[in-house]
């Protein structure tokens, strides 16, 4: 079992920046892959993020390349998502995930186990 909680959300401007934190608990965490991402209303869950076990290998959706970071610390069991340059298409819940195996770092499926999400919301 994994747990997972995030934190950080909040309304910003366009172009403005937030840092969201995803804390993990119940697994060693540096044996799972952690991965983010958004839903908007009446839209179906989007891949936003990915990050490897070890940290070394990133993953982004194009829509969010070159605005927004992922990383992680093994030693604090916690990933983060560095926004930058928001715009409100960017507006959504962001979900925290965590997958154990075989993780196709985009499919939702895949991941195992979920936060309850953090609202973030872009004013233009």
């Known amino acids: 079992q994994v747990q997972l909680v995030e934190s950080g959300g909040g309304l910003v401007q366009a172009g403005g920046s937030l840092r969201l934190s995803c804390a993990a608990s119940?697994?060693?965490?540096?044996?799972?892959?952690m991965g983010w991402f958004r839903q908007a209303p009446g839209k179906e869950r989007e891949f936003v993020a990915a990050?490897?076990?070890?940290?070394?290998?990133?993953y982004y959706a194009d829509s969010v390349k070159g605005r927004f970071t992922i990383s992680r610390d093994n030693a604090k069991n916690t990933v983060y998502l560095q926004m930058n340059s928001l715009i409100p298409e960017d507006t959504a819940g962001y979900y925290c995930?965590?997958?154990?195996?075989?993780?196709?770092?985009?499919?939702?499926?895949?991941?195992?186990?979920w936060g309850q999400g953090t609202q973030v919301t872009v004013s233009s």
């Open positions: 119940g697994r060693t965490f540096s044996s799972i892959v």
């Open positions: 990050i490897s076990r070890s940290g070394g290998n990133t």
């Open positions: 995930a965590a997958g154990v195996s075989g993780v196709r770092v985009g499919v939702p499926a895949d991941y195992g186990y």
